[in-house]
């Protein structure tokens, strides 16, 4: 693999924000790879993911079984085919993974059998832990890991070594999905970095209760003897919740990562920085203080600020990755001067989201003329509703004061609000796909706070317009984000 180490470049670049799984086929077969020539044809040189981890039933990529796993539903079964270890997908994707490592070990190559064994011995500091805890939920049907028995749940080593044995074809098969996952993940980076398209990840602060990261771990964690959180994260009252947000997640215990300078943390990051050009972090003012709400309160009320790891966190950071680091802050809701502290700092990037920049007067930080360069615009996110179904849901009133800030333009929505986020000073541009194609609300990826229907839009391939290609390349040569 060819590594693209510009990152974090200072050029201006304009990009795309999908997920694998909107492709049309929800992996990263031909699709992936004609989603990246189309990104090239319209002078796009972003392209900005979800998190690609193993989800819960729920699907969302925020709660992922692991921080470095992949999502096996995205292998593509066409290359297996193709390689001869699978005879046809079938309808199961599940089944055929099966069944291709089967293939795979009846006729694999030394080429190949090597490589799985290299991969395995890499990345085997949390591969291991990962593939016996997958196997572990398939044999207690799912439950939380704390409800396994004792000697499992509190990893007794004499227990971790005889359910490995037991469990060994379930877990050799999460070896080998996690070993098809990268292989396939990193040539479509080399392809993307090849034709001038970096790749963006995204990472959650905070880790799911119920993942390898947690289980393996729990000193890291602010848990109980039985594996259960004291404290749990979320985001306290606001104008748009008056309970809050409870997320749920185990907060970290940061003095106990604090004496091992932060190793896990960083870890953590390079796993991502082998799969991303950059990564987007999530929730960044919590490395600055995070809302702490006892685990038996059922809303965020009752919660509390608690400082963060700070400076000391990023600087352990830059003494492994060195002092440019490539990531992007996720500055979003209550931000205070010390969170703008710390992320000037650090020299990190935060984010612009034009549909935000209509509440209020004319001093709203997000209207572009408050805009920075050190910055990432947005016309939404993947929690927002696409632009045209935001601006549909707007008065008449509310929709004079977006036409009159951009001086009555004759574009229509969506397509006037992604012209703004372009022609932002803002170094990165980046566009909800759906925004490109002119969707309505129908086609949002997320409600948050809701619980069904989330994460499951897929676009197709006829949605895109003739000329589609042109347009948008036209657009971004005119704000010089070629």
Known sequence: MVECKTGW?????????????????????????????????????????????????????????????????LIDLAELVEQGWLDEPGEDHAQALRRARAGFEARADESWQRRL?????????????????????????????????????????????????????????VL??????????????????????LLMGDLPIFVAHDSADVWARRDYFQLDEHGQPTVVAGVPPDYFSATGQRWGNPLYDWARLAEEDYAWWVERIKGQLVLFDCVRIDHFRGFEAYWEIPANEETAVNGRWVPGPGEAFFHALQAALGDRLPLVAEDLGFITEAVERLRRSFHLPGMKILQFAFDGGAENPYLPHHHEANAVVYTGTHDNDTTLGWFEGLNEAQRERVYA?????????????????????????IVPLQDVLGLDGRHRMNVPGTQQDNWCWRFRWSQFEPGLEERLRQVVACYDRL
């Open 9 to 73: 470049d200072g050029r201006r670049r304009a990009g795309i924000l999908l997920h694998p799984t909107s492709l049309p086929s929800g992996t990263l077969g031909e699709d992936a790879y004609r989603f990246v020539e189309f990104l090239h044809a319209s002078g796009m040189s972003l392209w900005q993911v979800l998190p690609l981890g193993p989800t819960h039933h729920d699907r969302s990529p925020y709660q992922g079984l692991s921080v470095h796993a992949g999502n096996p539903e």
């Open 117 to 173: 064994g290299e991969f395995i011995a890499r990345e085997a500091g949390w591969l291991e832990d990962y593939a016996l805890f997958q196997a572990l939920k398939q044999r207690y049907r799912q439950c939380g890991w704390w409800d396994w028995p004792a000697p499992l749940r509190d990893r007794e080593p004499a227990a971790l070594v005889r359910a490995r044995e037991e469990l060994a074809m379930d877990y050799r098969q």
């Open 176 to 197: 080998f999905e996690q070993f098809l996952f990268f292989h396939q993940w990193s040539r479509l980076r080399h392809y993307a970095n090849q034709r001038g398209v």
């Open 405 to 429: 800030y951009f001086g009555h333009p004759r574009e229509a929505m969506p397509w006037m609000l992604l012209r703004q986020a372009l022609a932002s000073v803002a170094k990165w541009a």
